[in-house]
């Protein structure tokens, strides 16, 4: 099996949690680099060949939320969050930066390993789906380089974003509640998590130039969810 795919950059400032997370994590063989601060997080990022992120928000010398800001500009990894901050809006928040999960503190560290495989599990099935290539008239989402034109000019999505343009653009005229767009595009549904689809939507249509009160692209199916322009060709 390739290595690469089982290292993990844990990244957290309390001992006592990084030392028992270390232990569980490479009891189930996975290959750990542990860091105390987001300064070597980061160092460590950018030369190692890390499969997945366990990131705490709150950190000595750059913030956890910083770290994961720098990271997502240049990578999809999956990041799992932890946090001792157990508000749904300050669940939304960490979501929305980026993080594809979120763990509570105190939580166990079973239940951590048990996300970080499902995570990678899900990360290997996207990368043997995402194969193909959609376009729409002056819309092309090209899903093996995860990039998406509009009119001719490249778009800055964020991985959720893409995640949840290719999600409704395979299937045109489809209506997806919410709750089923959380768990396609996050893995994962709770509480609360519905509104982050809303706000990707909304930044969605503003990155598409879609007017929401004449939609060419994303339209609202009210009570229920949001369906991909049933008008739409692909070429």
């Known amino acids: ?103 509570i503190k105190p939580f166990s560290p079973r239940e951590l390993v048990a996300r970080v495989r499902a995570l990678l599990r899900r990360a290997r099935a996207e990368e043997k789906l995402y194969g193909e290539r959609i376009e729409f008239d002056d819309l092309i989402i090209d899903i093996p380089s995860r990039q998406v034109a509009a009119k001719g000019q490249l778009l800055d999505l964020t991985t959720s974003e893409f995640k949840l343009l290719v999600t409704l653009g395979r299937y045109p005229g489809q209506v997806y509640t919410r709750s089923e767009l959380v768990e396609k595009v996050l893995g994962y549904d709770f509480e609360g998590y519905e509104r982050t689809i809303d706000s990707h939507v909304k930044n969605l249509r503003s990155k598409l130039g879609d007017d929401p009160r004449n939609p060419r692209w994303l339209f609202t199916v009210h009570g229920v969810g949001y369906r991909f322009g049933d008008q739409a060709e692909r070429r």
């Open 1 to 103: 099996m390739d290595k690469s795919i089982r290292r993990i950059l844990l990244v957290e400032d309390e001992k006592a949690i990084r030392e028992a997370v270390e232990a569980y994590l490479v009891r189930e063989d996975y290959s750990v680099t542990a860091v105390a601060d987001g300064q070597q997080a980061l160092a460590e990022f950018a030369e190692g060949d890390y499969a997945l992120i366990v990131l705490d928000l709150m950190l000595p010398k750059i913030s956890g939320e910083k770290v994961c800001q720098v990271v997502r500009d240049v990578s999809d990894i999956p990041i799992i969050m932890l946090t001792a901050k157990g508000g749904i809006e300050d669940r939304i928040v960490g979501l929305e930066l980026g993080a594809d999960d979120y763990l």
